[in-house]
């Protein structure tokens, strides 16, 4: 007979069931994190071209040099601050992309400043204020020649270009490289000036140093003695200019479907809960007897058709009862086992060996005869000892 049983319950259900409700918490605040992100925008990039970041990506390097060179900087981060520091003064006006204004937003600002320079230019920008210039390719960072005889590229020499733009009508272009232009200059009706460089590949802390980087950045922005750098805020945005979210474009339904779900599982989490910690605390006295494992094995195997696994098991437990009987050391071995009892049948080693190791069925049949074989070993091994107490 063998008796199973859970082992002793050793945690603290009260300790369990705290971690558990803490990993619950942690979970439902990440998932509300997820899913607030994905329904009212994405991570926004930081730090890159902020004139005040010291980051690689950042612009703090130049905007150091260009107050040691006298210039005033000012940094704007919104569009009225800009405004104000544009006001009464020829200002140099350097912008990142600003895709939350308006064409007519976006031309009003410019004209408030003497000089524009777009260091992060895109197609919008470059049609509204460069008389229709547009992107081009890429040069991955690759340094050229100005090809110009404009002052700053021209003084500066060789420099990287990145990002490459179509000249529009009456647009100059330097530094072209397959066909387009790293820098584009356009001087206007009214004699401002709108310069377009990839500011990723020129003017960040990391690339300023590299081949005439610097030289063409401190040129294109030091032309007058003030700089008003806009880094574009969310909140400037033109009424419905304002990019549109993942909530915006899905259907009005989906927010609430997704709210619906979001409280269904926190209630069958709570429901859920409940059931933290062992299942089951008490001892079970449950007792099964050790044949009818041994048998209930064998069955298995043989459904499967694994004659030599059913055979195997078989004989494990006819080792077993055997070394039992006769006296044996439990772990003696099973060669061992065999000529033990081959001597005390006064039979051949090898047919004891076959019968409880070696020999192998391959079919029912076999396993069939195989298993009587060993039924009868077992009856002549029992009568042999019970012969042997008469005796004596």
Request: glycine share 10%; proline share 6%.
């Amino acid at each position: 007979m063998t008796a199973i049983s859970d082992a002793p319950v050793t945690a603290h259900p009260r300790r369990r069931a705290a971690l558990g409700w803490i990993a619950l918490a942690v979970g439902l605040l990440l998932i509300g994190l997820v899913g607030t992100t994905l329904v009212y925008g994405g991570w926004k990039e930081k730090g890159l071209l902020d004139p005040e970041s010291p980051a690689p990506d950042g612009a703090r390097a130049l905007v150091r040099i260009l107050e040691q060179q006298g210039v005033t900087v000012t940094v704007a981060r919104d569009r009225a601050t800009a405004e104000r520091a544009l006001a009464g003064s020829d200002a140099t006006l350097v912008m990142r992309d600003a895709p939350m204004l308006s064409d007519a937003t976006l031309s009003s600002l410019a004209e408030r400043a003497r000089d524009v320079v777009l260091v992060e230019p895109r197609s919008r920008a470059l049609d509204v204020l460069m008389n229709g210039s547009a992107l081009g390719g890429f040069a991955a960072d690759r340094a050229a020649d100005p090809g110009c005889d404009l002052p700053a590229p021209e003084a500066a020499g060789t420099a990287r270009t990145g990002e490459l733009m179509v000249p529009g009508q009456g647009v100059d272009g330097c530094y072209r490289v397959d066909g387009d232009f790293g820098l584009l200059s356009w001087e206007t009706s009214d004699g401002r000036t709108v310069t377009a460089l990839d500011g990723t590949s020129t003017m960040t802390n990391a690339a300023l140093p590299l081949d005439g980087n610097a030289a063409l950045a401190i040129g294109t922005l030091a032309r007058t003695g003030t700089v008003v750098w806009y880094v574009p805020s969310p909140s400037d945005a033109d009424a419905g200019t304002a990019p549109q979210t993942l909530g915006d474009l899905t259907p009005p339904w989906v927010t609430p479907a997704i709210l619906l779900l979001f409280l269904s599982g926190l209630v069958a989490a709570i429901w859920r809960g409940r059931r933290f910690g062992p299942l089951v605390t008490e001892r079970l006295p449950v007792m099964v007897r050790a044949n009818e494992t041994t048998e209930g094995r064998a069955r298995l195997y043989a459904a499967a058709g694994d004659a030599p696994h059913a055979l195997d098991e078989l004989r494990r437990a006819a080792r077993g009862r055997l070394v039992r009987v006769m006296g044996l050391a439990t772990h003696t071995p099973p060669e061992q086992v065999a000529d033990a009892v081959a001597e005390r049948l006064g039979a051949d080693r090898g047919a004891m060996r076959g019968i409880l190791i070696t020999d192998t069925p391959t079919t029912d049949r076999d396993l069939v005869a195989a298993s009587d074989r060993l039924r009868d070993l077992e009856t002549s091994v029992r009568a042999a000892l019970s012969t042997e107490r008469t005796t004596r």
